[in-house]
């Protein structure tokens, strides 16, 4: 601003100013400070897993290293796991991939089991990931699955319809095991009388003991801290614990 003696003074500013050009951002920050904004860069993960020791992890980041080669695509970061696909999310570090990925990243895997035990696990996950605008590239099946693609739609359709149609194959199957074995005169469930792991078979030696000393159900379900002692009584009738402290 022109003061009257014809200089300009510099006024200090609360506000931010953004010169946006294509490439980059500056921002000008209160007096004479000037900092440069880069707009966060997508990221390419690539998630590599084995069931086995046995099995070779480097074959994986190799076939990948190729590819991302040949398109001249620059890997990020590599996640690496020796586990069973019959171990949970968490333990086979898709939760943290998901975690890693946002908006208009890449995750890519070798092929489709690498990402789950079951066709309907790996639709499920594959879904979540086009749903949150993330695109997924597997090498083997030659797939390159976005949401913006009328090509993807249809796999991703396709892959719903698999998953639906492998969870009625597996019912049917199950219920038609489950026929036969009856049909041979095989009872089906526990035998009767089993009784299954309880809570309170930590604590059955106390409870006999008070028991004992003549205490009630409900102030032996207090003392040992449960709050309900109506489930207490039903666990120590089954297991006659009444009798046993007599």
Not at 205 to 215: C, D, P, V
Not at 232 to 243: G, P, S, V
Request: glycine residues 4%.
């Amino acid at each position: 601003m022109e003061s009257d003696n014809g200089r300009y003074d510099t006024y200090e500013m609360d506000c931010v100013i953004l010169c946006i050009t294509y490439t980059d951002c500056i921002c000008l920050v209160g007096k004479n400070r000037l900092k440069e904004y880069s707009p966060k860069m997508s990221q390419t993960i690539a998630y590599l897993r084995t069931s086995t020791d046995k099995q070779d992890l480097g074959n994986q980041k190799l076939e990948i290293l190729e590819w991302a080669r040949k398109k001249e695509v620059k890997i990020d970061e590599f996640v690496e796991i020796t586990m069973s696909s019959r171990k949970t999310k968490k333990q086979r570090r898709i939760e943290e991939v998901l975690e890693m990925l946002a908006d208009s990243d890449t995750l890519i895997v070798t092929e489709l089991s690498r990402l789950g035990r079951s066709t309907a696990e790996v639709i499920a996950l594959v879904n979540e990931l086009v749903a949150r605008n993330i695109r997924v590239i597997i090498l083997k099946q030659n797939l390159d699955i976005s949401q913006h693609d009328m090509h993807s739609k249809v796999i991703i359709t396709l892959f719903s319809l698999f998953a639906e149609l492998e969870r009625d194959l597996i019912s049917l199957r199950t219920k038609e095991a489950l026929a036969a074995k009856k049909k041979q005169g095989v009872r089906l469930g526990k035998p009767k009388g089993t009784l299954q792991k309880s809570k309170f078979d930590a604590d059955q030696e106390r409870i006999k003991e008070l028991l004992r000393l003549g205490l009630s159900v409900r102030k032996i379900a207090a003392l040992l801290g449960y709050n309900n002692h109506l489930a207490l009584n039903t666990y120590i009738t089954k297991r006659q614990l009444r009798e046993q402290s007599s």
